[in-house]
């Protein structure tokens, strides 16, 4: 029997932690994830989560400690949300470089200053070049079960996830989500099984200082040098959208959701006019992609699942018979436009697909974008028809 709950976001991804079975969980409050360690500390100290809930002093210390437990084998997790995602960043490096299959929940919120505790992405955008694989959710359905299956993913191919999703929109939104049965989490993510040995027979000297060539190691064995381990980073998340998918198809065999897919499409069949975006604000852009067809224009949406390893040959497949995209940013690129029109314009220009850009900063700081809103903004980018130029802000006066 398929057990049905209606709980908000940050809930979502605390039963997704407890029911991956996390050995060690350290996080520092901040809103709008604090609901997340909480409700993870009532499981610790009920006895229904066997882990060591550990309390830190900030968000640089939660991912410390989360490092640490994950070097000498244990199953780990963490939450955070804007400046303390952007205090934990010299760790996320760290966690990235030492290759820990670490999970963290990511209630995306705006960057101060100013303060806002509202949400946009430019915590974790800010964050792209770290290392770490990042999927967007779209609702709850898909926090609980990115958590899951971050820890597959992760745990196969040594390389951290952020599991993304949008402050207040999602975390403090309740909805109908389907619990997966414990006895099937198990089947399908077996007890953590380390691939470093830091005691033993033959411990371990982890991250020593490198030099800029290769050289033996205390048994002659040659070792990359600096450059050699990133490039080694960089080969796997390369890699990396193969076991994504491989993953989302198993993941979908014995859930009944299928996650066989790095984008989300609506009603792209036969569609000119597509309308990009990530998180729930796909939500918002079905509707406006509704909205225009009934204006007769045919209008579909693609929202970015998975935006680390970012997804450029499913883009460009997704794209290849657009003449217009309208891209939709949560965040801004400063002194250029949002990162994820950027990222789609690389993308597409080696494959030689030119279709008419325009992109706009929506929603930042929690600013409300409905579904006219966005209608609103593609019929002015189709009137233009490429002639405006840099990113536009959709309601905001200058």
Partial sequence: MVKVRIINGNEAAALGAKLSGVQVVAAYPITPQSKIPETLAKYVESGELKAEFIRVESEHSALTVCISASTVGARVFTATAANGLA?????????????????????????GAPWTIFNDMQDSIAQRDTGWMQVYCRDNQEIIDSIIMGYKISEQIHVPMMVCFDGFVLSHTVMPVELPDQERVDAFLPAYKPHLQVDGPEPLNINPVMLAEPRADARGVACPSYMGFRMRLQKTLEGAEDVILQVGREFG?????????????????????????????????????????????????????????????????????????????????????????????????????????????????????????????????????????GPQWLGVAV
């Fill in 253 to 389: 065999d014995l859930f009944g959701r299928h996650y066989g897919y790095l984008l989300w499409e609506y009603r792209t069949d036969g569609a000119d006019t597509i309308l990009l975006t990530m998180g729930s604000l796909a939500n918002e852009a079905s509707l406006a992609a509704d909205q225009l067809r009934e204006k007769g224009y045919k209008a579909g949406v693609v929202a970015l699942r998975v935006f680390r390893p970012f997804p450029a040959e499913a883009l460009r497949k997704a794209l290849s018979q657009v003449e217009n995209l309208i891209v939709f940013d949560k965040n801004i690129s400063y002194g250029y436009e949002g990162a994820t029109c950027t990222e789609t314009k690389a993308a597409l220009f080696d494959s030689g697909l030119r279709p008419v850009i325009t992109n706009f900063i929506v929603g930042l700081g929690g600013k409300s974008v409905s579904p006219a809103d966005l209608q609103s903004a593609a019929l002015a980018a189709l009137q233009q028809k490429g002639r405006i130029n």
């Fill in 87 to 111: 205090y934990m960043h010299e760790q996320l490096h760290w966690a990235a470089g030492a290759r820990l299959p670490i999970v963290m929940a990511l209630a995306n919120r705006g960057l």
